[in-house]
C-alpha cells in the first residue's frame, strides 16, 4: 500500500463521521464502467471510415474529456497525425456525426455498475443525502447510460458535458448543482475516479474522494491528492450515518 493511500485509509474514521447533505458523483469510470461500450462505437467508427481497431485500454486513457475529445485521439492514434491537425476539420465533424449513431447504438449495450453501487446510492438517499451526477459527457448519452442501469431516477441533479459552455476541470457545473440542490459546499462531497475530478473539487471548494479502479488518463490517482482514495462504494453504506 502507497503512503498516501495509507494515510488516506488512516483518516477513513473522520470522513465517515463527516455529515454531508450532497455528494455529487462523476459518471464514466466512478458509477459506471462504459468503456468497453464506447471502445465498440469508437471501433465501429473507425471500420465504417476503414481504420483500424484501437485496444479498449487506449480507449479507458483517452476518457476523461468528452467523447469528442475521446475521438480525436483515436483518430490521431490511426492515422499518425497530429491532434491539432485533425481538430475542427470537416472530416472530423463527419467521423463525429458517424460515432454518434454508433454510440446511439451502444449505450448501454456492454457497460457495468461498479460494486456496490445502486445500494450505496439507495442508503445515502434514504438518509436523506441529494445525489447528483457531474460529467463531461455529453447529455445525450449520460441520459441513456444512465436508464439502461437503472439509474435514471436516482439522482436529483444531472450535469452533462453539454449542459454549459465549459466542462471540468471548470467547476461551473458543480456550483450550479449545488445552487439548485440548496447545498452548501461546505456539507458537500465530489466523488470521482480522476486528476480531473480532484481539479473540479478544488476549483469548487468540494473536498475530493477518488477511486482507484476507473480512468485517470493512464496516471496514479494517487498524484492527484484527493482528500481520500477509497476502494469502492462500499465506503457510502456506513458513511453519513451520523447526519443531523
Known amino acids: 500500500m502507497s503512503a498516501a493511500l495509507a494515510s488516506s485509509t488512516h ?3 473522520l470522513f465517515d463521521a463527516v455529515a454531508f447533505d450532497a455528494v455529487l458523483f462523476d459518471l464514466d469510470g466512478t458509477l459506471v464502467d462504459t468503456a468497453p461500450e464506447i471502445a465498440d462505437a469508437v471501433n465501429d467508427t473507425l471500420a465504417h471510415f476503414e481504420y483500424p481497431a484501437v485496444a479498449v485500454d487506449m480507449v479507458r486513457n483517452w476518457i476523461g474529456y468528452g467523447t469528442s475529445e475521446l475521438l480525436i485521439q483515436a483518430w490521431s ?10 481538430r475542427g476539420t470537416a472530416h472530423f465533424q463527419v467521423i463525429e456525426s458517424k460515432f454518434d449513431t454508433y454510440y446511439h ?10 460494486p456496490h453501487v445502486r ?12 445525489l447528483a451526477v457531474v460529467t463531461n459527457k455529453e447529455g ?22 453539454d449542459t454549459f459552455s465549459t466542462k471540468k476541470p471548470d ?26 475530478d480532484a481539479a473540479t ?38 458513511a453519513n450515518q451520523n447526519r443531523n
Open 171 to 196: 467547476p461551473a457545473g458543480a456550483h450550479a448543482c449545488l445552487q439548485q440542490l440548496g447545498c452548501a459546499i461546505s456539507r458537500s462531497l465530489f466523488v470521482g475516479d480522476s486528476s480531473i
Open 11 to 13: 483518516t477513513a474514521a
Open 119 to 130: 445500494e450505496a446510492l439507495a442508503h445515502l438517499r434514504a438518509q436523506g443525502v441529494k
Open 201 to 238: 473539487a478544488r476549483h469548487a471548494g468540494l473536498p475530493v474522494w477518488l477511486l482507484p479502479y476507473g480512468y485517470n488518463m493512464g496516471a496514479d490517482i494517487v498524484a492527484s491528492k484527493p482528500d481520500r482514495i477509497v476502494p469502492d462504494f462500499s465506503v457510502f453504506l456506513t
Open 77 to 86: 492514434h490511426v492515422t499518425k497525425t497530429e491532434v491539432i491537425a485533425l
Open 140 to 161: 445525450r448519452y449520460t441520459r441513456t447510460v444512465l436508464a439502461a442501469h437503472g439509474l435514471d431516477v436516482a439522482f436529483d441533479c444531472v450535469i452533462s458535458g
Open 105 to 114: 447504438q451502444r449505450c448501454g449495450t456492454n457497460s457495468r455498475l461498479y
